[in-house]
């Protein structure tokens, strides 16, 4: 029984203490470095989603500062996230991310059932609604409504999937590259959408009256279906724990 305990205890506290000098045969190559890393989490925080929820959001909530205050709440139920992850994958830096967090905290059936939900729901879900975002923006940017071209809408979302399968397949630097790549240009994107709207709104007389409350009440329902489309657009901040097991100093970086 105590040699038991001994084990027990062993490896209920060898989390705080992993090894990441395992021989080279029984790890991943560790090729991701900060800046890589970096533009992983923004490529994956800023997708399709916040391009397409903040007019859901205002029409659910038609108030300006309960929409405001959406967009607060959910930043800062993210922040706690975000925070909450940044600790465990420094303490566990292994390839896997959510699925060893919870296999170490709440055992291996949790995990697995977390991991095959996420296989089969959460990240084909996703993935669908951004892919399909892509398809309509991306008729629409050649001149055609996605609504009259459903088909080819969907074929383009279809194209972006593979391609960027086929991008992960070649490698995890190419998929890195990739990724930072189309960070930028959804980050100049919203940029360019912040300056235009400052641009056109002072030449319109834009006003700090425009907060005045809306003459529509805020329903509570509505008012979290709104607050879930506000963590769906912020989703993302954790999945770069999914790549420890590539991550070069993963103890540093990851936080």
Known sequence: RTLRRDKFFAYAYAPM??????PRGAQLSRRL???SSIGFVIGMTIGSGIFRTPALIAERVPDPLAMLAVWALGGAVTLCGALSIAELAATLPQAGGLYVFLREGWGRGAAFVFTWSELVLIRAAGLSGIASV???YALRSFGYDPVGYS?????CAVAAIVIATWTNVRGVQTGALTTGVTSAAKFGALALIAAMAVWFGSRAEASAAHFAPGQAPVQAGLFGLAFISVLWAYDGFADLSFLAGEIADPQRTLP
């Not at 203490?17 to 395992?22: C, D, L, M």
């Not at 088909?151 to 074929?155: G, K, L, P, S």
């Open 134 to 136: 892509f398809g309509e």
């Open 33 to 35: 470095g900060f800046w």
């Open 17 to 22: 203490s992993v090894n990441t000098s395992a």
């Open 151 to 155: 088909a080819a809408a969907d074929y």
